[in-house]
């Protein structure tokens, strides 16, 4: 009976703290995301979907917008990019 406990217990906890296949090509492309915007892109095509439900993911896609900007030249248009992209 000891045994059965432990092997569910194992089982919950390697699903809670394990993560999806998703986040963790999420995470690689956090780390690639300032050398180029083709690693910016890909970032945006995996979160663009994504809602507030999902803090963890919702963080990538809001820091798409962050670094977009360092796409861009003009401040107003920087501004603007986000905004357009927001609506979208």
Not at 65 to 75: E, P
Request: with cysteine; glycine share 2%; aromatic share 16%.
């Amino acid at each position: 009976m000891r045994t059965l406990i432990a092997i569910i217990v194992l089982g919950i906890t390697f699903q809670a703290f394990g993560q999806s296949p998703y986040q963790k090509k999420i995470r690689t492309l956090f780390t690639k995301v300032h050398y180029s915007k083709d690693f910016n892109t890909e970032l945006w095509e995996l979160t663009k979907s994504t809602k507030i439900d999902n803090p963890t993911v919702y963080a990538y896609k809001c820091l798409y917008y962050i670094m977009n900007a360092k796409y861009v030249f003009w401040a107003h248009n920087k501004m603007e990019t986000s905004k357009l992209e927001e609506a979208n």
